[in-house]
């Protein structure tokens, strides 16, 4: 019994496509979870390469949320998180970050 085995090559554009439509399926699930007005309808794509995204944390008041802004360099595939605990103190604390690539080559491993 012969058996042939195939290799599938998947491109970086490809990941990038599924990482974007990963984000969109985050995003409509979490607007389903309130019946309040989402705070995460704007994705800025820039044209310097960088990718930004807010989305609430699920922390703070609900007339002041804290959230979360998602920014990937996509010259360097890595995602940057930073927490906004509160807009009127105008500070941004730096949370993580991770290489995508290796972060798509965890969840494949499974």
Not at 42 to 63: D, H, I, Q, R, Y
Not at 80 to 89: F, G, L
Not at 95 to 110: D, H, I
């Amino acid at each position: 019994m012969n058996r042939t085995t195939t290799s599938v090559n998947i491109t970086p554009s490809a990941l990038w496509a599924s990482a974007f439509v990963i984000l969109a399926l985050i995003v409509l699930q979490a607007g389903r979870m309130q019946p309040t007005m989402a705070t995460a309808d704007n994705v800025v794509a820039g044209e310097l390469g960088f990718t930004l995204m807010t989305a609430p944390s699920g922390f703070g008041s609900k007339e002041r949320p804290n959230e979360l802004l998602y920014v990937i360099d996509n010259h360097t595939e890595v995602l940057y998180i930073y927490d906004i605990e509160n807009y009127s103190k105008k500070r941004i604390d730096f949370m993580y970050s991770t290489s995508l690539p290796n972060l798509f080559r965890v969840a494949r491993s499974g």
